[in-house]
Each structure stands twice: as structure tokens, then as C-alpha cells.
């Protein structure tokens, strides 16, 4: 059942094209439900709004609007959400629409990461100089959902919750090995294989492709 008061507090000066709009609308129509339990219904408005959200998907969208309305730290302004982290770091999420499924967030740490994360690295993983710094190609994080079938709202549920957490972002960034080609003597910083033979007294060596392909080649 619907308020008939659903329509009582909607700020018709918002742009109705915009996620913030698709927020403030979802909020209006289920200001009726208690504060502790999800969102059920689905704004009744003609127009597409950010785009056609099917109604199997819908369930899962209204759980991700009702959290970015809720949430003390998240805000919303056009198409940006805007998440601060338990540390105090603010990360935005640009263009947001309803079909987006994979989103890179920028962790925000230019190189060398704050003592009391490497230290909560190493706690939760075990320690590895991985956590210490992180690469340049490494700085920006992709996450999203992977099955497809399933409500993109949820891909951005959980999106906004590795944003509150940070740490889940550090996480990721710091997942990655440090390898010396033993012929040309590059190094490189190739993604997963969280510590595996990366202590600094034993240097993981492999061929880099470049060689590799030299020697195939000669
Ligand atoms: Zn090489």
C-alpha cells in the first residue's frame, strides 16, 4: 500500500533526468515505511527517469537509492555520489545511471599508504610489502557486479559499501606482486597472488613478455 501523501514532499526543482531525482522520488514514495526496513515500492512516474529499470531489478535498485538516501555518508548531487569513508576520505562516483555496471573508484592515495592501513593490512592479510605502496595502474579500483542477471543496484550497493569501508579498497589496491624479469631486469607490479614469494629478501623473477617474445623469435 502507498502513501497518498507520497506526493506532498517532492522538490519539483530537482532535474528529473538525474539520480538525485531518482533518489528523492523513491524516498517520497516509501516515506510511509518504518526507517529499519527496505524499500518496496517503485516510484509511479512516466517518464524513464535515468533509464528503464525492468521489474525484476527493481528490488534491487530501491535497496541501493534507500541506501544513498539513508546513509549519513553518502550524499547525492546530480548524477555524483559523494562517500566519506571511516578515515574522513571523500571518493565520488560520476555519472551515475542505471546502467552502469562496473565502476572505477580512485582510492585516493598517491603511492605510499598511511601507517595505521598497512598495519590493518597486515592484520587482516598477514603481512606482505605489498601494503606498503600502490602502484600507479593499481591507484583507481574496478568493482561491480559480475553476474549479469542480477540487479545492477546491487552492484552498486556494494560499490558504496567498499567506499564506506575503505580498507575493502586498500584491499584491493595493495592485491599485487612485484616480479624482476631475469633477462631485461624490469620490474613490474602484476595484480593478485596477494604475498606470494614477495619478501624483500627473495625477489621473484620471471620472462616478460618482451623477452619471452625474443626468444621464440631468434
Ligand atoms: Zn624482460
Redesign the pocket.
Known sequence: MTDDGAWDDVNWDLDFESFEWMVHLAACFNRHLPSNVPWTVWPDWPHDMLGFVVDDQRAGWLSALRLVHTHPNIAVEGNSITVTDSRGTARELEDVTVSSRWWHVDVGIDWDVPLDVVAALDATYGPSPSHAFIPGHLQQVCLGIEDDAASYGLGLSAVLQAMLDGMALFGKATDFHAAR?R??R?TTYSEGLRGQGFVSSQEVTF??F??SWETVTN
Do not use: M, Q, V
Request: charged share 25%; glycine share 0%; hydrophobic share 0%.
Open positions: 624479469c633477462s631485461c624490469e620472462e616478460c618482451s623477452c
